[in-house]
């Protein structure tokens, strides 16, 4: 849907909030999600649940997600 995070907050700046057209949507206000753009990562956690790496799943995309996480550790977050 996006090519990069910036894309993705600013997609979600135009798709939060409420909807008058969809009984699930509930009017409160959001956050401006580009405002975290730039910001120091230091502290952040990633979870990553057990469930995700399951029997079947391709090797291929674990293989990449697991060397995801490793960019991330060495981010030092």
């Not at 008058?20 to 999600?33: A, E, F, K, L, W």
Request: hydrophobic share 40%.
């Amino acid at each position: 849907m996006t090519k990069d995070v910036r894309d993705a907050a600013m997609l979600m700046n135009v798709i939060s909030g409420h909807d008058r057209r969809d009984s699930t949507s509930v009017n409160i206000g959001v956050p401006d999600y580009t405002a975290a753009l730039g910001k120091e990562v230091s502290g952040m956690r990633v979870g990553i649940p057990r469930e995700y790496f399951t029997a079947g799943l391709d090797r291929e995309i674990e293989d990449a997600v697991r060397q995801a996480l490793k960019v991330l550790e060495g981010m030092k977050m």
